[in-house]
């Protein structure tokens, strides 16, 4: 069936510093990739979300790149800060048929002050 | 604001027990999702329903079932609850805008479901 690998499963950075998390997932019909996050004790938020027509989408300090050929899909957020800590969800989801979200296995980060 | 709002955010229950955990959204969102949240997993689809009285299942629908008889409710239901059914429980909802259109989910607060 359909699945989404995420990694890594934790990551720490400095503030200030990148993070990239990363993503493959299997079904070659998804073209609509969100990423969510998660603060602790809190709900899913979407953050950014990309379509298979576009290769990369940016908003202030994150941005998402695609390789649908690769079927390989990347979160970037630059200049991290403490508020960035959080449990990061990417997901993959069909344009037709049925729209079913799967999500990967989360990626903890940790932004060290 | 899209409000998904569910019943319990905790909740205890008994081996054998019937759980129902519910779910409502408020913006006339045609797609509804039950997903179960567990440390090292992620978020795993139970079912979804993309109108009333429609459901397909997810990837782990066993011990599961659903209830849709209105666009605002889903309701999840735990037949004969058990200890590995112990977990959060997250609710979401999402529009549909037509082929080639998805857009995000709005999820629930949560329930956390402990069967002892």
């Known amino acids: 069936g359909e699945n989404v690998e995420q990694h890594p499963s934790t990551l720490s950075v400095q503030e200030g510093d990148s993070a990239v998390i990363k993503c493959t997932y299997s079904d070659s019909a998804s073209n609509y990739f969100p990423w969510y996050k998660q603060e602790l004790g809190k709900r899913p938020q979407l953050i950014i979300d990309i379509r298979s027509n576009v290769g990369e989408k940016k908003d202030q300090r994150i941005a998402v790149t695609l390789n649908k050929t690769a079927k390989h899909f990347s979160l970037h957020i630059t200049e991290t800060q403490p508020e960035d800590s959080a449990v990061y969800f990417c997901a993959a989801s069909r344009t037709s048929g049925t729209y079913k979200y799967i999500f990967g296995t989360g990626t903890r980060l940790k932004v060290l002050a | 604001d899209v409000k998904v709002t569910q019943s319990s955010r905790y909740l205890v229950k008994r081996t054998g027990e019937k759980v129902f955990l519910e779910c409502v959204q408020d913006m006339d969102h045609e797609n509804m999702f039950w997903y179960r949240q567990d440390p090292g997993l992620g978020l795993r689809l139970i079912y979804f329903s993309y109108d009333v009285k429609m459901k397909e299942k997810g990837d782990i629908p066993e011990g599961y079932s659903v209830s849709r008889e209105k666009k605002e409710r889903f309701s999840l239901i735990l037949e004969s609850a058990s200890t590995n059914q112990t977990s959060m429980y997250l609710c979401?909802?999402?529009?549909?805008?037509?082929?080639?259109?998805?857009?995000?989910?709005?999820f629930g607060q949560g329930t956390r479901l402990t069967v002892v």
């Open positions: 979401a909802s999402s529009l549909y805008r037509g082929p080639g259109r998805n857009t995000e989910a709005f």
